[in-house]
């Protein structure tokens, strides 16, 4: 069981920026963030491969988001850059079941933390 806890989400004017990050209790393989706004599915946002060194973005963020993870530490994080109010939302964090490689699929996912809120300012 890995327990996952993300930190860093607050309110920020349009354009500005803000690190999310997600402590987990132990070892993880691949990871993601997802999003989910109000009155929507949720959304996966992107993933990082166990080894770090492959990620995955969904469209609306590429370019502007940047998944790290540091496995010393046992966290990951999401560098968000020239935020838009449509990337309001809670951001979950995730750690896959049993893939070592990034995956947009969230049944791969079998931990999840409990979210942190992002609210960007128009």
């Known amino acids: 069981q890995v327990h996952l806890a993300e930190s860093g989400g607050g309110l920020v004017p349009y354009g500005g920026s803000l690190r999310l990050s997600c402590a987990a209790s132990g070892r993880t393989l691949a990871m993601g963030w997802f999003r989910q706004a109000p009155g929507k599915a949720r959304e996966f946002v992107g993933s990082i491969s166990w080894s770090g060194g492959n990620t995955i973005y969904v469209d609306s963020v590429k370019g502007r988001f940047t998944i790290s993870r540091d496995n010393v530490k046992n966290t990951e994080y999401l560098q968000m850059n020239s935020l838009k109010p449509e990337d309001t939302a809670v951001y979950y964090c995730?750690?896959?079941?049993?893939?070592?490689?990034?995956?947009?699929?969230?049944?791969?996912?079998?931990?999840w933390g409990q979210g942190t809120q992002v609210t960007v300012s128009s």
């Open positions: 995730a750690a896959a079941r049993t893939t070592l490689d990034p995956t947009r699929t969230a049944d791969a996912y079998a931990y």
